[in-house]
């Protein structure tokens, strides 16, 4: 009895720590700093596009599945461990909502970014998922900062895969893969691009990667997570 006592008396002390750590961390934010500032202007390609708002999975809404298509979803579900069906409904230029913190709609960036590569790796990807991948980073990064995007098939098995940029002889993996992607680009710049499907992902991973390579050059600036 007293041991369990003791384990409540451990895990409400955790959960109390992590409550404090996150306040702290949102409180500290970099981006709850800048709320006074305006918008440089780096907005998106989409933020020129106007659409409807009432197709499947638009501004993140659930896609509903038909109940004579259940038993079809299960089945698509074994190729990718998701609702590949549901995936398949949703257009390749969605609607998302902005959830970033009204400090973060406003942050300022460099105006001497350098243009950047982006480098996709996928392994038997869905395709929906992959072209949507895409069409998120085309569309949601400022038009001057990216110059390409790099896809690198690292051997999938499936048909299809032969429509990569470069196709790896053999299974890699996710480091040496990106790593060939970034030999065959471009630019000296280039970044992983599930990371960049957001509003303005592009300019603030790219804002943190050029302060970090100005630092190790000697050049002071403020952290990228301060």
């Excluded at 008396?9 to 961390?25: E, P, Q, R």
């Excluded at 999975?57 to 074994?78: R, S």
């Excluded at 105006?111 to 949507?132: G, K, M, Q």
């Excluded at 001057?144 to 890699?172: F, H, T």
Aim: hydrophobic share 35%; charged share 25%.
């Amino acid at each position: 009895m007293r041991r369990f006592a003791y384990c409540k008396v451990v895990l409400a002390t955790s959960l109390v720590w992590v409550m404090l750590d996150m306040f702290i961390l949102l409180y500290f934010s970099e981006c709850n700093k800048c709320d006074d500032k305006k918008d440089r202007g780096l907005p998106g390609r989409d933020s020129v596009v106007h659409r409807s708002h009432d197709g499947p999975g638009e501004m993140g809404k659930a896609v509903v599945i038909p109940k004579e298509q259940q038993e079809k979803m299960k089945e698509m579900f074994k190729i990718n461990q998701f609702n590949l069906m549901a995936s398949e409904l949703i257009a390749l230029n969605r609607t998302l909502p902005d959830v970033r913190l009204e400090g973060c709609k406003n942050k300022l960036y460099p105006d001497d970014l350098p243009r950047t590569s982006v480098v996709i790796v996928f392994h038997n990807e869905a395709w929906s998922t992959l072209l949507r991948t895409v069409q998120s980073v085309i569309s949601r990064s400022p038009r001057k900062l990216l110059e390409e995007i790099v896809l690198v098939d690292d051997a999938s098995e499936r048909a299809g895969g032969s429509g990569a940029v470069v196709r790896m002889e053999q299974r890699s993996g996710l480091i040496r893969a990106r790593l060939r992607g970034a030999a065959l680009s471009t630019t000296g710049h280039h970044l992983p691009g599930r990371t960049l499907r957001v509003h303005h992902g592009l300019a603030g991973a790219s804002a943190c990667a050029h302060q970090s390579r100005q630092e190790d050059r000697g050049v002071s600036h403020h952290r990228c997570d301060q």
